[in-house]
């Protein structure tokens, strides 16, 4: 385990459900981060959350609201989505600053949209 | 040009062989440089990390960076079955520790 954990692992919706992805980290880290992992496609960072401020925000389509709560915690709510937002989404924390840096990752929560 | 580019493979070898996972990058900016390696269902895990020119090793592992060429590598040396798994290189700038470019992953299966 990295310390990282994710719930929930599996998850379908409707186009017009909402829902949420639930990130905690154990690490002490204070950098959160969510990608997109779709098949055959590198990893797309779609936020970043510095010490709980949002850093980065890749034109990620409104329909994903990240929340970052406090250092520990990481939400990604999802409202009408479409089919192709299914994939792999993976949370990831890592220390900030850093020089050795790392990124921690937990296992991902499988989305399918119908 | 992509700036991370890697052989999505699938590359199968035998159990015990040498095998040598490769990616080019396009910006002379990035310092750091991560292999990850992910299994089926699973998130990515570090697996090296290294952020000069020249080879680390751990283990079964050595990384390798040539930044002249613009080009890294993963040896593992006497392959598992347990290694079959699809390894990630990822990269970054040195300032910009948020922004990890990864390569879209080469699959790998070792053959018992």
């Known amino acids: 385990e990295t310390g990282v954990t994710q719930t929930p692992r599996h998850l379908v919706m409707g186009m017009t459900n909402k829902k949420s992805l639930k990130c905690e980290q154990h690490?002490?880290?204070?950098?959160m981060y969510w990608y997109k992992q779709s098949a055959k496609k590198p990893l797309e960072l779609m936020f970043v959350y510095s010490l709980e401020e949002r850093v980065e925000n890749n034109s990620v389509p409104s329909r994903f609201s990240p929340e970052c709560p406090n250092s520990s915690h990481l939400f990604l709510h999802l409202h009408t989505l479409q089919p192709e937002d299914s994939a792999l989404y993976l949370c990831?924390?890592?220390?900030?600053?850093?020089?050795?840096?790392?990124?921690?990752f937990g296992p991902g929560t499988r989305l399918t949209v119908t | 040009q992509k700036e991370v580019e890697q052989d999505p493979g699938p590359l199968s070898v035998p159990e015990g062989a040498i095998v040598s996972l490769n990616c080019t990058y396009s910006?002379?900016?990035?310092?750091?440089f991560m292999w990850y390696r992910q299994y089926s269902r699973k998130g990515p895990e570090l697996l090296m990390y290294t952020y000069s020119s020249g080879n680390k090793e751990d283990g079964r592992f050595t990384a390798q960076v040539d930044k002249s060429s613009k080009y890294i590598s993963l040896f593992i040396r006497d392959s598992q079955p347990s290694d079959s798994a699809t390894y990630l290189c990822?990269?970054?700038?040195?300032?910009?520790?948020?922004?990890?470019?990864f390569g879209p992953g080469t699959s790998l299966s070792v053959i018992p």
């Open positions: 990822a990269m970054r700038e040195k300032t910009s520790y948020d922004k990890v470019i």
């Open positions: 990831a924390s890592s220390q900030d600053p850093g020089q050795d840096y790392e990124q921690y």
């Open positions: 910006n002379s900016a990035f310092q750091y």
């Open positions: 690490l002490g880290h204070n950098a």
